[in-house]
């Protein structure tokens, strides 16, 4: 148990499922007042329910700047200063590249792009005025590694990470802090809700070596890296390990990646 939890605000994006909603009951669990929001408004209600907070949810859909501003400004009001803003919802548009609509690149960008910049710009400057806070994004391991079957969906985390480690740097000043979760494999709703392309998701899964996460065992350790303000916090062994092949031996790295795009072509 953490105290940097205590009593502090907390705002979780795409929390009504898979490491939002383990992120909610982590955060509560740690003695947060934690406000759940999901583009899937039951969900958010339901997790508030679940962490025994029933009035904290909020319906947010991260594309629409407006209405991220809006619950902000609401929850701000309502409660108080926010300490901790999750922007941790996404979507996974997964295939390869050719195979890819602008529709499928530009779906990508709206959730797990601009979703992001939309979340940072509706608290930064509140945070920043109050010389406090910390923004926590989810990007994932295919934020720091490449990822063939991926590409989209990495490119839209690498931006993550690219947001993440500059504003970590210009808010330092102000007293605000920017930390990155880059999860590797984790079992959520996340591949059962993802389009392919030219891929077969099932065959994938289970063609995999990876022995995927837990959703609880990713929030606590990812809030772990989070009290102790790391800038980056890879979570889980297998992820670890792929940074660090990609980064001691990339040959080898990219010749398993590559194979693991062939088990599951369609
Ligand atoms: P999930 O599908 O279980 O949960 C995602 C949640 O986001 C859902 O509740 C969904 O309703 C919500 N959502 C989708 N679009 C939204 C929108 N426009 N506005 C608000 N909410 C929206 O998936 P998850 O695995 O828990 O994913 C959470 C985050 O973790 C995502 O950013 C994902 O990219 C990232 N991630 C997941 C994994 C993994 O293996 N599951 C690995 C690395 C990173």
């Known amino acids: 148990m953490s105290k940097y939890y205590r009593d502090r605000v907390a705002v979780v994006t795409g929390a009504g ?34 962490i025994g907070q029933p009035e904290r949810h909020r319906h947010l859909d991260v594309t629409d700047a407006a209405q991220f501003e809006e619950v902000i400004d609401s929850i701000w009001t309502e409660e108080g200063p926010i300490d901790l803003l999750f922007n941790n ?34 608290i930064y400057p509140r945070m920043m005025a109050r010389g ?17 079957g991926f590409t989209a969906y990495s490119a839209t985390k690498h931006a993550v990470v690219g947001l ?10 102000h007293g605000v802090r920017v930390s990155a979760i880059c999860p590797g494999f984790i079992d959520t709703e996340l591949a059962q809700n993802a389009d392919y ?52 031996t990339p040959r080898i790295f990219g010749a398993l990646a590559r194979a693991g795009v062939k088990r599951s072509e369609k």
């Not at 490491?19 to 209600?45: E, F, P, S």
Request: include cysteine; charged fraction near 20%.
């Open 132 to 148: 406090s806070g910390h923004i926590v994004n989810t990007s994932s391991v295919s934020g720091l590694i490449p990822a063939p």
């Open 164 to 173: 993440s480690r500059g504003l970590r740097l210009e808010a330092q000043k």
């Open 197 to 248: 392309r030219g891929i077969d998701g099932e065959a994938a899964r289970k063609a995999s070596p990876i022995e995927f996460g837990t959703p609880e065992a990713c929030a606590r350790d990812a809030l772990k890296g989070v009290a102790k303000n790391q800038g980056e916090i890879v979570v889980t062994a297998h992820a670890k390990a792929m940074v660090a092949a990609h980064k001691h």
């Open 17 to 50: 499922s898979g490491i939002g909603r383990a992120l909610c009951k982590a955060l509560a669990a740690d003695g947060a007042k934690v406000w759940a929001t999901d583009l899937d408004a039951k969900a958010a209600q339901a997790t508030a329910e679940t």
């Open 89 to 122: 919802a996404g979507i996974a548009v997964i295939g390869h590249y050719h195979e890819m609509s602008l529709a499928d690149f530009n779906r990508l960008i709206d959730v797990n792009l601009r979703g992001v910049f939309h979340g940072v710009q509706a």
